[in-house]
């Protein structure tokens, strides 16, 4: 697909015209990773920052929020949980925290690895190569570190570097994928100052970089962060925090990296809380990571506002996945290789 064509599918509003993009999607989808949806039990281990991100709930900055940090008993009640729902995986994922301890993340892991079936995905943000190393030998088979946009601009704006420190997400992103991981990014959609340009270079990225795991969301105001008290900004942008929007990108992604594994994210149901789920599946997602948290901590992993849910694992997955004639899919739900 050339630069021409893309461009005028991510600005494309025409319903019937798009039926053939989500068609095609949905199609390569199909044929490239199958019917099955792979499920991950999210666990959101930490709300501790030291990052300063514009867009995110959790940053340093918000002084009013209380932090919290999961103990290894009750992470591994968690994970006991996501084993007897028969889940692949357990994905465990903080702010920025160093009190999230190289050693003990590591006995973490092997405890994990030790005691569960599970695959084990890591989302702990910018760390040094010396953790992700050590966290690799102890077990984790997969880490996620979204580069949120392809905007350099945009994105040294948005997210203020560390004090003295520029950290590059796209050279972490190599540095884990010569560790042997599976590895995976990934965007927002619809941030104040992208463009429908960014968005193309965002998805050559993914495509570049042979991406093992895409996750494409939607931006989400949060009142409490500086994007989020700037509505003005928002009516600025060019692209669209839209559900419609992220569908597109998701469905594009999905032409160009076919055998990646897409969720359907928690912010798309977000934005559209009655079928943004479903509709990220029929579009060209093949994963569901439902969020396991303890409801004690999940509101303070106040990242963008979301409803709360009541139950662990929120809405019914399993009705979801039977409801579109797919199935839930079996064992850890690696990145295929090949064309089955
Ligand atoms: N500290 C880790 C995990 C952050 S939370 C890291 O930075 O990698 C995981 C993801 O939530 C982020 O990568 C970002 O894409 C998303 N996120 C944060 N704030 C958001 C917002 N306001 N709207 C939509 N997505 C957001």
Known sequence: MDKETILSW????????????????DEVRARCVGDE????????????CINRCYYCGINRDIRTLARYRMTEEEIMAVVREIVKRG???VVLQSGE???????????????????????????????????????????????LLKFETSNRYLYRYLHPPR??????RLILLEELSSLGYEVGSGIMVGLPGQTYEDLYEDLSIFRRLDLDMIGIGPF????KTPLGCHPDWLSRSEVPNTDLMTC???????????????PSTTALATVNPASGRILGLERGANVIM????????????DIYPRPQETAPGGEDPLSIILSLGRRPGKGPGNRRRQIF
Request: glycine letters at 6%; a positive charge.
């Open 163 to 168: 004090q003295g420190e520029e950290i590059d």
């Open 87 to 89: 889940y692949g995986t």
């Open 97 to 143: 925290d160093p009190g999230i301890k190289r050693t003990w993340m590591s006995e973490l892991i092997r405890r994990i690895k030790g005691e569960t079936p599970l695959a084990v995905t890591l989302s702990l943000g910018e760390r040094n190569v010396g953790d992700f190393a050590a966290w690799r030998k102890a077990g984790a088979d997969r880490y």
């Open 10 to 25: 991510l600005k494309e509003e025409d319903p019937k015209r798009l039926e053939k993009l989500w068609q095609e999607a």
């Open 220 to 223: 989400i105001p949060h009142p």
């Open 37 to 48: 949806v792979h499920l991950r039990g999210l666990i959101e281990i930490s709300n501790y």
């Open 290 to 301: 439902p969020n396991f948290t303890p409801i004690k901590y999940r509101k303070l992993y």
């Open 248 to 262: 597109k990108v998701i469905a594009l992604t999905r032409l160009l990296c076919p055998m990646a594994n897409i």
